[in-house]
């Protein structure tokens, strides 16, 4: 099997098992199982199991990030207001969906894992929306704020954890927030 095909195939186990069993509950030995070979194979490839983690961690959100790219690109016509708030309805399910790593990760309560996991997320989001203002397509134009990437980026984090910590709140409350710390005029 070619490197980047047998790579690909122990990421894709890992990302299976890491849902079905958890992080904790999840070794090498089942990653190699589930893929077909040995143990020692495994280390071929990877590290360790936080090498394998970080890249499930990577594939997952590089997935996300493709997710929100095709769907800003497809908006057309809503309100700056309206479109804040579906992009908070997919994060909210994208944290918390029961298939969403998001969710296994905080049911396991791996602090470091955690910190990974929002910290790429965040990273990405603000990489995204800051690089593509005055794009085409684009769902927001950063252009009140002096450091709008470390803005974006900070309020990326508080936002990412503030959907997982408290799930009732509103997707329109956290559109309002994300406009109000940005100067986002949504009228």
Sequence with gaps: MHTDLRRAAFVEAADELFVERGFANTGVGDIARRVGVTR??????????QAITDAVIDKRVD???????SWTESLKGPTIKDALIGLVGIV???????ESLGYRIVCEQDANLYHRFIVRSSRLLSEYFVNSAGMNGAL?????????KESFYVLSLGILNMIIEDSEISDEIVADIIADALR???E
């Design 92 to 98: 909210r399910s994208y944290l918390t969906g029961p």
């Design 184 to 186: 986002i005029r949504t």
């Design 63 to 69: 997935a996300f990030m493709e997710y929100v790219q």
């Design 40 to 49: 020692s194979l495994f280390y071929h490839y990877f590290k360790d199991k």
């Design 140 to 148: 927001i134009e950063i252009t009140n704020t002096r450091h709008p």
